[in-house]
Antibody, heavy 123, light 107 residues
Framework: QVQLRESGPGLVEPSETLSLTCAVSGYSISSGFYWAWIRQPPGKGLEWVGTINHVGASYYNPSLESRVTLSVDTSKNQLSLQLNSVTAADTAVYFC????????????????WGQGTPVTVSA | DIQMTQSPSTLSASVGDRVTIACRASQSISTWLAWYQQKPGKAPELLISKASNLEGGVPSRFSAGGSGTEFTLTIDSLQPDDFATYYCQQYKRPPWTFGQGTTVEVK
C-alpha cells in the first residue's frame, strides 16, 4: 500500500525559499509513476502545483512555474518541492500525491494523497 | 486554463437524503473528470475517475455521470460519514484544475 508523508519547516519568512519533502513508502519511486504536489490555502480550494517522475521529467502550473522546482531522490524514495520568493499568498497546506496515469504516463488525477503539511509565510 | 465551477457551494441535508452536486467545465473535457471527498483536517480522497468510475472501496450509494461540460455527483441515502466537502477536478488538459468545492452539511 502506497503511503506518502510530507514534511517541512511550518513557517517561512517572506521572500525566502520554501522547501518541502515527501517520503514515499510501500512503492519504489524508481519503478515509475508520476508524483504531484497540490496545495490548499486556508479555507480555500485545491491548486495543482506540479508533477514529476522518477527521472525528473516535470510539469508545472504556469501560475507558479517561475518560482517552483520539483525534484526526486530515488535513493531516499522521496520527492522535494522548492518554492522561492514566497509571499503570504503561498500560505497553504501542501500535499503530495501519486498521479494515477500509470507507470509511464501522466494521468492528471491523484490517489493516494499524503496527509499534508501546513506552511505559513510570515515574518 | 479550464475553469471548473461547482454548485451549490453549500448543501444542507439530512441523513437518508439523496443529494446531487453539479460541476461545470468552461470547455469540453469529455469524461476526464475526477471527484474527491475531503473531511476537515484531512487529505482529499479519490471517489470517482473518468466521470463515472467508482474507485474500489467507495460505497455504492455514490454515483456520478456526465460528459463534455456538465457533470454530477449523487449520494443516495446520505450517511453520517458523508458530511464533507466534495471537489471535482478536470484532467483533460494541464494545468489540472479543481472546482471550488461543495460542502455537504447537516441540516
Amino acid at each position: 500500500q502506497v503511503q506518502l508523508r510530507e514534511s517541512g519547516p511550518g513557517l517561512v519568512e517572506p521572500s525566502e525559499t520554501l522547501s518541502l519533502t515527501c517520503a514515499v513508502s510501500g512503492y519504489s519511486i524508481s519503478s515509475g509513476f508520476y508524483w504531484a504536489w497540490i496545495r490548499q490555502p486556508p479555507g480555500k480550494g485545491l491548486e495543482w502545483v506540479g508533477t514529476i517522475n522518477h527521472v525528473g521529467a516535470s510539469y508545472y502550473n504556469p501560475s507558479l512555474e517561475s518560482r517552483v522546482t520539483l525534484s526526486v531522490d530515488t535513493s531516499k524514495n522521496q520527492l522535494s518541492l522548492q518554492l522561492n520568493s514566497v509571499t503570504a499568498a503561498d500560505t497553504a497546506v501542501y500535499f503530495c500525491a501519486r498521479d494515477r496515469g500509470g507507470p509511464s504516463q501522466v494521468g492528471g488525477w491523484f490517489d493516494p494523497w499524503g496527509q499534508g503539511t501546513p506552511v505559513t509565510v510570515s515574518a | 486554463d479550464i475553469q471548473m465551477t461547482q454548485s451549490p457551494s453549500t448543501l444542507s441535508a439530512s441523513v437518508g437524503d439523496r443529494v446531487t452536486i453539479a460541476c461545470r467545465a468552461s470547455q469540453s473535457i469529455s469524461t476526464w473528470l475526477a471527484w474527491y471527498q475531503q473531511k476537515p483536517g484531512k487529505a482529499p480522497e479519490l471517489l470517482i475517475s473518468k466521470a463515472s468510475n467508482l474507485e474500489g472501496g467507495v460505497p455504492s450509494r455514490f454515483s456520478a455521470g456526465g460528459s463534455g461540460t456538465e457533470f454530477t455527483l449523487t449520494i443516495d441515502s446520505l450517511q453520517p460519514d458523508d458530511f464533507a466537502t466534495y471537489y471535482c477536478q478536470q484532467y483533460k488538459r494541464p494545468p489540472w484544475t479543481f472546482g471550488q468545492g461543495t460542502t455537504v452539511e447537516v441540516k
